[in-house]
C-alpha cells in the first residue's frame, strides 16, 4: 500500500472560513478546502503555502495545525492530511482556474447548513466541524528537520 501525504488549509478572516468550488470532472462544482499533494522536495509547510496560493490566490500566515487526518481510501491508497488553520495576506492573486472554479467565504451557520452533498468528501465535512470548534495545535508541534 502507497501512502499519500496531502496538505489542506483552512482559511479564516473575520470569523469566515474559505471554501473552494472544485472544476475536476469527478468533483466538478463540490466545496473543499484549498488542498492537494506533496510535491517531490517540498516541505509540508511548503505544500501549504503553496495551495494556498493555487487555489485560493492568497498568501497566508500559518497560525496552527488543526489536525493529521490519517485514513484509508476505498480503493487502498493510505493518505495522511496535515490540515492547517491560516490567514490571509493582502489581497488575493489568480487562483489555478483548471482545478478551481471559484472561491467564497462561509459564514459558521452557513457552513453547519451546507449540504454534504455539497461537498468533496466526508473529510471536508470533518474539517469544518473541527474548525467550528476550533481545534488546533500550535504549529510548532511541526519540526521541519534537514539531514545532514
Not at 10 to 25: I, N, P, S, T
Not at 51 to 78: C, F, K
Not at 90 to 115: K, S, V
Request: hydrophobic share 40%.
Amino acid at each position: 500500500m502507497s501512502t499519500v501525504i496531502t496538505c489542506a488549509l483552512m482559511l479564516e478572516h473575520d470569523g469566515k472560513l474559505l471554501l473552494v468550488q472544485e472544476a475536476a470532472k469527478e468533483v466538478y462544482g463540490k466545496w473543499n478546502q484549498p488542498a492537494g499533494h506533496l510535491e517531490a522536495g517540498e516541505t509540508i509547510i511548503d505544500c501549504a503555502r503553496r495551495e494556498a496560493r493555487e487555489e485560493s490566490g492568497y498568501e497566508i500566515d500559518l497560525i496552527g495545525l488543526q489536525a493529521i487526518y490519517d485514513y484509508t481510501t476505498s480503493v487502498g491508497r493510505h493518505i495522511v492530511n496535515f490540515c492547517f488553520r491560516a490567514r490571509p495576506i493582502g489581497e488575493p492573486g489568480p487562483i489555478a482556474e483548471q482545478e478551481i472554479l471559484t472561491t467564497r467565504w462561509f459564514a459558521p451557520d452557513e457552513l453547519r447548513q451546507l449540504p454534504d452533498g455539497q461537498l468533496r468528501h466526508a473529510l471536508t465535512r470533518r474539517r469544518i466541524n473541527d474548525w467550528l470548534t476550533g481545534k488546533s495545535v500550535p504549529l510548532d508541534v511541526l519540526v521541519e528537520w534537514s539531514m545532514p
